[in-house]
């Protein structure tokens, strides 16, 4: 039995983000009544509100924490408690690893799981113990999606 657990550090960044684009969008509110300039606004307002609902959009879908235990995947959303999920790796159909480049020097790499009713995704760059779940996969013998 193993947590995989999200690493914070682009979870804070995500809601640092959020919070600011709020706060921009809460400032050309502001600044509107004192300049008079409509065009500013509307350029800047929809813009940072699609931003900050992204941001927190990805903040709340992220945040999930894994335990794996008796051969079950329980998926916790923290701030989405209706949509935790209980997986059985006996019914896992595949499994494949992807190296994603994000630029010429920095790669990480993503674990995908394909279940009946749904996929799984993780990454080592996102989520702790994505070893111990990959060498727990290559143990089992699961089928490895080409």
Not at 39 to 54: D, E, H, K, Y
Not at 60 to 83: A, D, N, Y
Request: aromatic share 12%; charged share 20%.
């Amino acid at each position: 039995m193993f947590d995989i657990e999200p690493r914070t550090h682009l979870l804070v960044v995500f809601g640092i983000m959020a919070v600011g684009c709020l706060l921009g969008a809460g400032f050309s509110v502001a600044y509107l009544p004192a300049s008079g300039h409509y065009g500013w606004f509307l350029a800047t307002f929809p813009l940072l509100l699609v931003m900050a609902i992204q941001f927190a959009r990805l903040v709340l879908t992220k945040w999930k924490s894994i335990r794996v235990s008796q051969g079950k995947l329980l998926v916790k959303f923290r701030f989405l408690p209706r949509s935790n999920q209980v997986l059985d790796l006996a019914q896992l159909r595949s499994w494949h690893e992807v190296e994603v480049s994000t630029t010429k020097t920095q790669k990480y790499l993503r674990l995908q799981l394909v279940f009946p009713n749904g996929a799984l995704k993780l990454s080592n760059l996102e989520y702790s113990n994505y070893d111990k779940l990959k060498a727990l996969l290559k143990k089992q013998g699961k089928p490895v999606k080409s």
